[in-house]
């Protein structure tokens, strides 16, 4: 079991950035794989970030990349998504994720435990 629980999100202007937290607490933490999603009104919830076990591999959306960066400690057990360069269409919840393997994975049906979100809004 893994229990996620995200924290810095916020209202940030257009160019602004923001970075997440997301600590982690349970025995597998080292093991999973871990992901960043959003999910904007109206929209079906998409893959920003990802991580594996080792923090070895990374893996980024196109909307994002060369603005964001996924990170993690195993020895804190946390994870983290640094936002820079923010766009109004960023705007979205956003949640920690976590898989019971240590690959990375796109679709959020392949993550086995959620936090409850935090919001972000980039204003223009």
């Known amino acids: 079991q893994v229990q996620l629980v995200e924290s810095g999100g916020g209202l940030v202007q257009a160019g602004g950035s923001l970075r997440l937290s997301c600590a982690a607490s349970?025995?597998?933490?080292?093991?999973?794989?871990m992901g960043w999603f959003r999910q904007a009104p109206g929209k079906e919830r998409e893959r920003v970030a990802a991580?594996?076990?080792?923090?070895?591999?990374?893996v980024y959306a196109d909307s994002v990349k060369g603005r964001f960066t996924i990170s993690r400690d195993n020895v804190k057990n946390t994870v983290n998504l640094q936002m820079n360069s923010l766009k109004p269409e960023d705007t979205a919840v956003y949640y920690c994720?976590?898989?019971?393997?240590?690959?990375?994975?796109?679709?959020?049906?392949?993550?086995?435990?959620w936090g409850q979100g935090t919001q972000v809004t980039v204003s223009a």
């Open positions: 349970g025995r597998t933490f080292s093991s999973s794989a």
């Open positions: 994720a976590a898989r019971e393997s240590p690959g990375i994975a796109r679709t959020p049906g392949a993550y086995d435990y």
């Open positions: 991580i594996s076990r080792s923090g070895g591999g990374t």
